[in-house]
């Protein structure tokens, strides 16, 4: 036997050796699949796996092939494939959720990192929801109450912005990477299907009521529009600059229909106007006239964390901020039952850091919700987070002139313009420039919105690659409900005080907002990176059965309503959950290929 026979026998053994130490079987008859150049899984022996030539092979594709073929190899090659895969690489974002998954657990336990990944992902929901309806809305209303817009231009415009705030900025993030597109169409009709059908049902199976007919043939038919424009950028597969811009003039188009209906209708009947917070007057009806703010649907007192009794003692800068920044209001806390209190619990990081962060403008609160303490020191943090949670830290990172980070700069100049604000403004008198706060809690939660969608976004994507899914059905799964279910509970909460018309209301209002904003207004925004021409890869028939299912049940609610007489019926609501059960079923066995062409 020649030395070099002996040196190779001798590498197998230490090799065998290694595999048997972490777990991994081997055997010299075992054979494992390897894609090639072409993208073709071809088997090889594991006897030749670690051979120089195979190994160079494996680097040499794996660069160039999708992340998806990482399903294909064995266990103990996922890690060495996703670090050296070009497609693997996240675009943005804080976490490397895949690399993270397949790297930082063995393969035996990837099921544990796919359950702590869930739990995260139920978190990121939680805090997209949180920071949407008590941070980011209270102070679109306050912006428009500044602006002493109309009550109709406002429920059509930041109103409507602060009811599709998760899924806009999740729309936004999903379109900023070419893979994860479709990702953003899946939600958008996703959600689009489940707040029709499954919310709409629910709304009816609480209360039974009568359609408004006009805004509701109005919504419908706009929405229709909308959704066959977005069927034609499927089928062409890709999106221009003049498509983009006509998504927004649909939309302004719709605002000015809504207005002028509204004002007309108003005229015949001669009634006043409704309050701000009613985001369609027209809609609403006169039995179903009430302040309901956006996202507020409980109906409840937002003022959750003042005290019963306004005291000296209790206007203190000291007293101030404490009492502004404990999120925990305790005689509520001993009414609630267990449930909520450990919800309330698993809320408190997230409440605590964005009232650390982000100032609230509420006029219907007691000094309009003035703190000077917390607001100073809201300036602070809350630019000073967002510096370093913008494009994921890169711009807070950076140095001028090679010695002084920008999160440093931001610092000083915070500090400054707190101090500025404080010396000169009292604890018992909101200052006249207050709604300038309303402009920064608005801009504050945009940026935080934006990095929690982005990172909803990555986890969701390494979900789609470890589970060998498309994007699309990850969207109207997962994105969808993770961004519908508040809309769910809330519109049936209202529908049960006595308001079905405002619920369904809100069921077709907002969707039409996040379709064309969400694709208009994100395709906008990635053109200059494109050469104005957005490429959207299309996933076949789960695309088709989608945009169909979405069409179909608008057409057949566009019907059957007016053939009832406007009356949404329990029976009809059981049809609509029904159907959405049944569209669930169909996506699901198309995209496992058991129905194809």
Not at 179 to 189: D, M, P, Q, V, Y
Request: charged fraction near 15%; charge should be neutral.
């Amino acid at each position: 036997m020649k030395a070099r026979d002996v040196a190779v026998i001798c590498c197998l053994l230490w090799l065998g050796a290694a595999q048997c130490n972490s777990g991994e079987p081997t055997g010299a008859a075992e054979s494992h699949p390897l894609v090639n150049v072409a993208g073709i899984i071809e088997p090889y022996s594991s006897e030749n796996t670690f051979n120089a030539s195979s190994q160079s092979l494996f680097e040499g594709t794996s660069r160039a092939m999708e992340c998806r073929s990482v399903v294909h190899l064995n266990g103990s090659q996922w890690c060495s494939f996703v670090k050296t895969t070009e497609d693997c690489k996240i675009g943005s974002g804080f976490i490397d959720y895949l690399q993270g998954a397949v790297c930082g657990f063995c393969h035996n336990l990837l099921p544990l990192a796919i359950v702590l990944y869930a739990v995260w992902l139920f978190y990121l929901f939680m805090f997209l929801g949180i920071t949407a309806e008590k941070f980011f809305c209270p102070n679109l209303a306050a912006i428009a109450t500044s602006l002493k817009l109309s009550h109709n231009v406002a429920g059509v415009t930041f109103l409507a912005l602060g009811n599709g705030a998760p899924d806009l900025f999740s729309a936004i993030a999903a379109f900023s990477d070419t893979r994860t597109a479709s990702l953003a169409i899946g939600a958008l009709f996703g959600a689009g299907i489940f707040v029709t059908t499954v919310v709409a049902g629910g709304v009816g199976l609480a209360r039974p009521f009568t359609v408004a007919s006009r805004p509701f043939l109005r919504d419908v038919t706009f929405y229709m529009a909308a959704v066959f424009w977005a069927f034609l950028v499927l089928y062409f597969g890709s999106i221009n600059l003049a498509q983009a811009l006509g998504y927004l003039a649909l939309y302004a188009v719709y605002v000015l229909v809504v207005i002028v209906s509204s004002v007309i209708y108003q005229k015949g009947k001669n009634q006043p106007r409704a309050s701000l917070c009613n985001n369609h007057s027209e809609i609403n009806g006169n039995d179903d006239e009430i302040p309901t703010c956006i996202r507020r649907t409980t109906l409840e007192d937002t003022s959750e964390y003042q005290s019963l009794i306004e005291t000296e003692e209790s206007r203190s800068t000291k007293s101030i901020l404490l009492h502004s920044l404990n999120p925990i209001d305790f005689q509520k806390w001993r009414r609630k039952h267990l449930p909520w209190k450990i919800f309330k619990c698993l809320k408190l990081p997230i409440e605590f850091l964005l009232l650390l962060c982000i100032p609230v403008v509420d006029f219907d609160q007691n000094y309009q919700n003035w703190k000077r303490p917390l607001n100073c020191l809201q300036i602070v943090t809350g630019s000073l987070v967002c510096i370093l949670v913008f494009k994921s830290g890169y711009y807070g990172l950076l140095l001028i002139r090679g010695q002084y980070p920008v999160w440093a700069v931001v610092l000083v100049i915070t500090l400054v313009l707190a101090a500025v604000i404080f010396f000169f403004t009292k604890n018992e008198e909101p200052p006249k420039f207050h709604c300038v706060f309303a402009f920064i809690g608005f801009f504050f939660s945009i940026i935080l919105i934006n990095s929690v969608a982005i990172e909803i976004v990555n986890l969701l994507r390494s979900f789609g690659i470890i589970f060998n899914l498309s994007n699309t059905v990850l969207g109207l799964t997962l994105l969808a409900w993770g961004n519908s279910i508040g809309d769910l509970f809330s519109d049936i909460t209202v529908a049960r005080q006595g308001y079905p018309r405002m619920a369904i209301a809100a069921c077709f209002g907002g969707i039409i907002f996040n379709m064309l904003f969400g694709i208009g207004l994100s395709a906008l925004i990635q053109m200059p990176y494109n050469d104005n021409i957005l490429e959207i890869k299309c996933d076949g028939l789960l695309d088709w059965v989608l945009v169909g299912s979405l069409g179909f049940s608008l057409v057949m609610s566009f019907i059957l309503i007016p053939l009832q007489g406007f009356k949404f019926t329990r029976l009809y609501s059981i049809i609509l959950v029904s159907y959405y059960v049944i569209f669930v079923i169909i996506a699901l066995l198309t995209e496992a290929e058991i129905i194809h062409i």
